[in-house]
């Protein structure tokens, strides 16, 4: 019997916390014998194909925004007060971790670094602080000295290229490379400094020699694992096999030494596949996905992360804050001399908007069941948990009820001669029409000049 319920997910027939969504009429049962996906509703069931994976409310986030995301070409670096807020609002968001910098690589940037962490401490904020170095006892240093002098565990994590192919243009071999690791991490150990190891390129490694890197690095106390997709070269597919094999040979690596690290997954976006990427690698047990806000970073940038935190935020995670996430790309974008294009998933000044007739009917039509069957009806994404709403435009392709909620919006009448008049004018103009020539439109006499 159609009845209103509270707000649940079905995934293949269990009921889980999935997207929050209001109370909506039940309809029909689907048919009996389907099997498959999640549906993403109440008792009256949406229904997706999507399986609903476990685990994901354990997957934290590194944000690599003011470091990694700074590689960018044409990327403006931050003022130190400009980085200091965003660490401050990519918290707020529920990040736990970021990477704020090269130590080694300038004075300045040794100076910055420390004023960085001062802040960190001074305001309390609950982000953890890691640092890049070479794998390099000199460049680990700089991280052991800022280690000593916080209230909080300042992290190390040093990289190795991994890659034959990486191996082959710079002349090492890989006993150089395992010599690398055992003596960076000792160093860091021996200074009682946490750190993890950063294996650039992974995915472009074989598993052979992935494995016998892993060895060494879990042999002088990494506690992290990072497997780079330097080269944005994976497929998920990929992503989630490397990921697998890293864990088993940490396991082995750890067995009778000690715990086993976690597993990391950074990856690029050379191909397109970055957030795939990193939904795979999450879902094959990687611990923390390490990214960019804004997907900010070399060519073609890191792992959005801001599409991260609103999938895990879908799948249930409780630990994140998509409403802040609005904000703080914003003043990320504005840092950095980075526009955010205006169908940018999330954030994009397009991204809750149509004008589309028969979507527009259906959306005015959806309000009457509550924001939140609105926020579903034609889109996957709730606007409201990130502090948006539908937006309504009148353009080209609009019907009487997108001129309707126009002319609401700006207290006109709507009747028949005026909601023609606004069509009109759209159509003529081939564009969406801002209030302002709406306004203009109607004259002050509030119907048609």
């Known amino acids: 019997m159609a009845r209103r319920g509270t707000a649940l997910v079905h995934h293949f027939g269990a009921s889980n916390l999935f997207v929050p969504v209001g109370p909506i009429a039940a309809g029909p049962s689907g048919r009996p014998g389907i099997r498959g996906g999640a549906v993403t509703g109440t008792t009256g069931k949406v229904f997706t194909w999507n399986p609903r994976p476990g685990g994901l409310d354990r997957v934290g986030i590194e944000d690599d925004s003011l470091r990694d995301g700074l590689q960018g070409a044409f990327v403006r670096h931050p003022a130190l007060d400009e980085k200091k807020a965003l660490l401050e609002s990519s918290a707020a968001i529920g990040v736990q971790a970021a990477m704020l910098g090269f130590p080694s690589a300038s004075p300045g940037a040794r100076a910055e670094a420390g004023r960085l962490v001062e802040h ?124 697998r094999a890293v864990r088993e040979a940490a396991r082995g690596a750890a067995a009778g030494r000690g715990p086993e690290p976690e597993i990391w997954w950074h990856g690029h976006d050379d191909r397109g596949f970055a957030l795939a990427n990193a939904i795979a690698a999450a879902e094959a047990g990687a611990d923390t996905i390490s990214g960019a806000f804004l997907g900010l970073g070399e060519r073609a940038g890191n792992t959005a992360l801001e599409l991260v935190v609103m999938y895990l935020y879908q799948a249930g995670h409780p630990g994140y804050r998509p409403d802040r996430v609005l ?121 048609p000049a």
């Open 327 to 447: 904000g703080h790309c914003r003043r990320l974008a504005e840092a950095t001399g980075m526009p955010v294009r205006p169908n940018a998933p999330l954030i994009g000044d397009q991204a809750f908007a149509t004008c589309t007739g028969t979507h527009v009917a259906a959306l005015v039509k959806a309000r009457r069941w509550g924001r939140e069957t609105e926020d579903l009806v034609f889109s996957s994404v709730p606007a409201a948990a990130l502090g948006r709403t539908q937006t309504i435009m009148v353009g080209p392709t609009s019907g009487r009820a997108a001129a309707r909620e126009a002319l609401a919006s700006i207290g006109a009448p709507a009747d028949e001669d005026t909601v023609e008049a606004v069509l009109a004018r759209a159509r003529s103009r081939d564009r969406w029409l801002p209030p302002s020539e709406i306004r203009a439109l109607l004259g002050t006499g509030g119907a």
């Open 120 to 243: 960190l401490d001074r305001r309390g904020v609950p982000l953890v602080p890691r640092f890049l170095a070479l794998a390099d006892p000199a460049s680990i240093a700089p991280i052991t000295e800022l280690d000593r002098g916080s209230d909080r565990d300042v992290w190390a994590d040093f990289f190795v290229g991994c890659s034959p192919l990486r191996r082959r243009v710079e002349g090492w071999t890989l006993d150089s490379v395992l010599d690398r690791i055992t003596s960076a991490g000792a160093a860091a150990r021996e200074a009682g400094t946490r750190f993890g190891v950063s294996l650039e390129d992974a995915t472009r490694t074989p598993p052979e020699e992935l494995a016998r890197m892993v060895d060494a690095a879990v042999g002088v106390g990494a506690e992290v694992l990072t497997v780079c997709d330097t080269v944005g070269e994976s497929t998920p597919e990929g992503a989630a096999r490397v990921v």
